[in-house]
């Protein structure tokens, strides 16, 4: 793809400001058509009216291109134009042997030039795009722990090199306590030569969330810029995401997040329409934007993506914005969680959270964190979520522990949460279902994650209710005594009733539904396919063996047995799975 900017004339760049501002007013519209009600997106609207007609707007330039891509220092490096390289014959041993101090490929990225150029990979029309000349600056914060030297310091000159020098009030290197030497005194050198860049040491481990606390204290730009201390920013990525944030200071600017490869380096583009989104028990994931829904909106590769979750790394915040919301929580450990938290806390206290395509930084994904966990890695992860929950999602909590047994009942500590709770009431911030109703409807499974007729895969019957038994019946789509819902809780719903084992009998019955009844709950073991439904049933305190729903041949009838995967009378399928 060849995406050189063409030449401008003045008349084609008056043409281009006209186009912009509808630009900007088409492409809010249509992204909020996917995720926003009416109401507010007219509120959205009048915001992009009163900022497009305001004189300010007169005062526009195309976005910087600020690289040197075109002209590298070095064009023949190894990974330069951030093509992949390969370890050299006779380094295999050497290279595998460095991939753990990063859990990628060390050995290569020591390997290619700390400023490499890579491949422009905005959509054609971001080169083009206007931004407001007076846009606020903004602070970069990096944190890092032990991170690999050649990657940190590349990090650094993506930043210097691809940011218009007067935007960048400071970049910001937060060393939460590494205890590699090369990041002391050598880092210091190095840096030194670059006045914009400053150092700050933790005396001891804070964890990358009280890590950027302690950077956004001591920063002085208008706007803060967290990015992971492993990216390589692309060509104009800065500007756009700062004009966001000056359209309005609620907004939090993300870039796309691209993908620096840690087998063979090379910086690799990702899908467009991508959102970012979470799944229970808030996991974040990526969700692609379904093509009909393009289609109808007729949304563009630049338009604007409103994310209901950010990744959690690489976003542009107006500084006093963020204090405003309380910052993070400051109780999160270590790592994880704190992206959920921002998210939830910036939708439902007022503000927007932005996908910008045309600011595009590529990540290096890892499989497994490199550093140490100061305490269980899973465990934190699970006390930060749990903060999260128990502050922000109201009623909803219970999905999120309707996968595990609840966690504060069986006596987890998580600290005090007086603070955010009345942080929350003092913001005035709307509540989880005005979130999922507003910002994530298209979550179609916020409670049922599967639904319609139970088809028993062997007999293919279907579960059915006769009086108040469970029977099997041929199936039948229209009928209500077929209608089963699976919930998040594990519980199977026929109405205001749930399937329960009476495991004595070898038999079932419809309860009254109760979300705390362990009796109640059905496991299943493939999440997507409704395999085998095991029963997950406690027989007097103790776990007794796992019983699973049967169908019987040849009888209208079914029952809990042993468990056996290779029994196919075990083995039923909903009609509808809503899990996105
Ligand atoms: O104790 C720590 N102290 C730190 O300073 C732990 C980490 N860190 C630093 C670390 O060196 C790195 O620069 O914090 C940064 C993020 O840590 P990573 O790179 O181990 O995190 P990640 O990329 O695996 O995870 C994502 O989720 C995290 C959840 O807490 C953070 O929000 C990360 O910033 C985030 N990364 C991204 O969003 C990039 C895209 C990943 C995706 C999807
Ligand atoms: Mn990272």
Request: aromatic share 8%; with cysteine.
């Amino acid at each position: 793809k060849n995406r050189s900017e063409a030449s401008f004339s003045s008349l084609a760049q008056q043409r281009a400001t006209v186009s912009h501002t509808n630009h900007i007013l088409a492409g809010g519209l249509k992204s909020t058509k996917i995720s926003l009600n009416a109401k507010v997106q007219q509120e959205e609207l009048n915001q992009r009216h009163t900022k497009a007609l305001s004189p300010k707007d007169s005062k526009m330039h195309q976005v910087l291109r600020i690289d040197q891509t075109l002209s590298p220092r070095d064009p023949k490096a190894p990974g330069q134009f951030g093509r992949p390289v390969a370890v050299p014959q006779g380094k295999e041993k050497e290279a595998e042997r460095r991939w753990k101090e990063g859990n990628f490929n060390v050995y290569l990225s020591d390997l290619i030039p700390v400023d490499r150029a890579i491949e422009d990979t905005r959509p054609i029309g971001c080169a083009k795009q206007l931004v407001h000349n007076n846009l606020p600056t903004t602070s970069v914060i990096m944190c890092f722990v032990d991170e690999v030297w050649s990657t940190l310091l590349r990090s650094v000159h993506s930043v210097l090199n691809r940011s218009p020098p007067h935007l960048i009030k400071e970049i910001l290197l937060v060393d939460d306590c590494s205890s590699k030497d090369y990041l002391k005194d050598n880092l210091d050198k190095y840096m030194s030569q670059f006045p914009k860049v400053r150092i700050l040491r933790l005396k001891e481990r804070h964890g990358l969330i009280r890590a950027r606390l302690a950077g956004a204290r001591i920063a002085t730009g208008d706007v803060l810029t967290f990015l992971d201390s492993h990216v390589e920013c692309n060509i104009g990525w800065l500007e756009p995401l700062l004009e966001r944030v000056y359209l309005s200071r609620k907004k939090v600017a993300c870039p796309v997040i691209e993908v620096i490869n840690d087998k063979d380096m090379s910086y690799m583009t990702v899908d467009n329409f991508q959102r970012g989104v979470f799944v229970w028990p808030l996991n974040f994931a990526w969700r692609t934007i379904p093509p009909d829904v393009i289609a109808k909106n007729n949304i563009k590769e630049t338009d604007v993506i409103r994310c209901p979750v950010m990744a959690g790394g690489l976003f542009s915040i107006d500084k006093n914005y963020f204090y405003e919301l309380g910052t993070y929580d400051p109780g999160l450990d270590v790592w994880g969680g704190e992206n959920m938290e921002l998210s939830f806390k910036v939708w439902m206290c007022g503000g927007e959270i932005e996908i910008i395509p045309c600011s595009r930084v590529g990540h290096i994904f890892r499989g497994d964190n490199p550093y140490s966990f100061p305490k269980d890695r899973m465990k934190t992860v699970e006390r930060n979520l749990v903060r999260v929950a128990e502050v922000w999602l109201d009623e909803y909590k219970e999905l999120f522990y309707g996968h595990e047994e609840n966690l504060i009942d069986q006596g987890l500590d998580v600290g005090n949460l007086t603070q955010q709770r009345e942080l929350r009431k003092k913001l005035n911030c709307k509540s989880f279902k005005w979130y999922l109703e507003n910002v994530f409807p298209d979550l179609k499974a916020p409670i049922v994650r599967a639904g319609g007729v139970l088809i028993n895969m062997a007999l293919g019957k279907c579960l059915s209710i006769e009086n108040t038994t469970a029977i099997l019946e041929d199936c039948d789509g229209s009928s209500k005594l077929q209608q089963f819902n699976y919930t998040w809780l594990r519980l199977i719903k026929h109405g205001e009733q749930c399937l329960a084992p009476v495991p004595e009998q070898g038999a079932l019955r419809l309860l009254p539904c109760d979300n705390r009844n362990k009796g109640l709950k059905w496991v299943h073991k493939s999440a997507s396919a409704f395999r085998s439904e095991l029963v997950d049933h406690i027989v007097s305190g103790n776990y007794h063996e796992l019983l699973c729903l049967e169908g019987i041949f040849s009888q209208k009838t079914l029952k809990v047995a042993a468990c056996d995967p290779k029994k196919p009378y075990q083995k039923w399928k909903f009609e509808n799975n809503f899990e996105v």
